[in-house]
T-cell receptor, first 113, second 114 residues
Framework: DGGITQSPKYLFRKEGQNVTLSCEQN?????MYWYRQDPGQGLRLIYY???????QKGDIAEGYSVSREKKESFPLTVTSAQKNPTAFYLC????????????FGSGTRLTVV | GENVEQHPSTLSVQEGDSAVIKCTYS??????FPWYKQELGKRPQLIID?????GEKKDQRIAVTLNKTAKHFSLHITETQPEDSAVYFC?????????????FGGGTRVLVKP
């Protein structure tokens, strides 16, 4: 489905619980990104990775963690330290440096119950 | 860091009319400016992009213009159709050695009335 797959599509989290969102791509892209989208707002960058085993914080990294052990995979963990995690999470990938457009996944909608 | 502002936040047009969305950016080193369209409940899709060495780019009914001096760029949609109804996002990045980290505007909800 467009070469980048996010799962699950919907996720419910209890207070104080950590949850992990999956993002897998088969596009052979070097760079991967996680964005958060709140209703009526733009996309805000959480974390990004330009190469395997390396990643950088974005604008709103607090309460989130990532890993990049494989080129194809960039999972995002929403920890209990994230006080307002209810949002739509979008993963994206791109060829890498040089300024190129993203390919987005279909997103995961996380709700705290 | 980069800051991208987008206006208007909502835009209602009559079918067949033109729509214009404007964005400004703060980082003069930004050199890549894509536009994304997001339909309700779906992923954003790249519709057009422009690089800083070009002032205008056109693809059928959509066009993007860039004014590097003023640090603003615009999306123009002509002969709007109901299927153009969506949220549109502009973005900017430095590209190059700094990678391709995009900073997005807040989005414009476009409604095309039949």
């Amino acid at each position: 489905d467009g070469g980048i797959t996010q799962s699950p599509k919907y996720l419910f989290r209890k207070e104080g619980q950590n949850v992990t969102l999956s993002c897998e791509q088969n596009l052979n892209h070097d760079a991967m990104y996680w964005y958060r989208q709140d209703p009526g707002q733009g996309l805000r960058l959480i974390y990004y990775s330009q190469i395997v085993n390396d990643f950088q914080k974005g604008d709103i990294a607090e309460g989130y963690s990532v890993s990049r052990e494989k080129k194809e995979s960039f999972p995002l963990t929403v920890t209990s330290a994230q006080k307002n995690p209810t949002a739509f999470y979008l993963c994206a990938s791109s060829i890498g440096a040089g300024g190129n457009g993203y390919t987005f996944g279909s997103g995961t909608r996380l709700t705290v119950v | 860091g980069e800051n991208v502002e987008q206006h208007p936040s909502t835009l209602s047009v009559q079918e067949g009319d033109s729509a214009v969305i404007k964005c400004t950016y703060s980082d003069s080193a930004s050199n890549y400016f894509p536009w994304y369209k997001q339909e309700l409940g779906k992923r954003p899709q790249l519709i057009i992009d422009i690089r800083s060495n070009v002032g205008e780019k056109k693809d059928q009914r959509i066009a993007v213009t860039l004014n590097k001096t003023a640090k603003h760029f615009s999306l123009h949609i002509t002969e709007t159709q109901p299927e153009d109804s969506a949220v549109y996002f502009c973005a900017a990045s430095r590209g190059g050695a700094a990678g391709n980290k995009l900073t997005f505007g807040g989005g414009t909800r476009v409604l095309v009335k039949p």
